[in-house]
């Protein structure tokens, strides 16, 4: 089975700096999809960056840019420049195949500081 | 932006009570997904259709819970009897297609309390 794993329940940042949010999964598939997904306190869940395991290339959404190193299994999310609005529940989440399901990490709150 | 509506937006119920709760997608999204998020924790999905089929219902508490999304639009979750451990998000999601890099976009979700 399929496990996402983050370790780290909550950081903290002060504004303008840059954080790393740590995840690790475990897969014996080759192919697969990982995401980083946003929870602001109003709950509603948004994508934030996804990353195709094939691609080499570590993907980046404007402050947002991962570390994907795929032989570690590893795949962590920096945010650069934190803003306040950054704050919220960050899940990692991972996913293969068509028709799968996507498998979430337990999340990691991130407050950030003014 | 269009989004994803669910109702109620919280469902406070005593247990051994029926509940249910609706999901909206977003028009021509062709998958939904529904989630339950206990406090603290990442989503687990319950339950997963493509149009109106289930692809992925095996986590779902099948003596319990229920869901149909009849004509491949709007769909429904309903639990019966409602536990004490049922206390949750549910959380609705939808995406244009199953595959696997596809976006998901979520709801604001019901939160139930069961008493």
């Known amino acids: 089975a399929q496990t996402v794993t983050q370790s780290q329940p909550e950081m903290s940042v002060q504004e303008a700096e840059t954080v790393t949010l740590s995840c690790t999964y475990d897969t014996s598939e080759s192919d697969y999809y990982l995401f980083w997904y946003k929870q602001p306190p109003s709950r509603q869940m948004i994508l934030v960056i996804r990353q195709e395991a094939y691609k080499q290339q570590n993907a980046t959404e404007n402050r947002f840019s991962v570390n994907f190193q795929k032989a570690a299994k590893s795949f962590s999310l920096k945010i650069s420049d934190s803003q306040l609005g950054d704050a919220a529940m960050y899940f990692c989440?991972?996913?293969?195949?068509?028709?799968?399901?996507?498998?979430f990490g337990k999340g990691i709150t991130l407050s950030v500081r003014p | 932006e269009a989004e994803v509506a669910q109702s109620p937006r919280y469902k406070i119920t005593e247990k051994s009570q029926a509940v249910a709760f609706w999901c909206d997608p977003i028009?021509?999204?062709?998958?939904l997904y529904w989630y339950r998020q206990i406090l603290g924790q990442g989503p687990e999905l319950l339950v997963q259709?493509?149009?109106?089929?289930?692809?992925?219902d095996s986590q779902l508490p099948k003596d319990r819970f229920s869901a149909e999304r009849l004509k491949g639009v709007d769909s429904t979750l309903k639990i019966q009897p409602a536990e004490l451990g049922d206390s949750a998000m549910y959380l609705c999601a939808s995406s244009l297609s199953s595959s696997a890099n596809e976006k998901l976009f979520f709801g604001s979700g019901t939160q139930l309390s069961v008493l």
């Open positions: 989440a991972y996913r293969t195949g068509a028709n799968s399901k996507l498998t």
């Open positions: 028009s021509g999204h062709a998958t």
């Open positions: 259709f493509q149009d109106e089929s289930v692809v992925d």
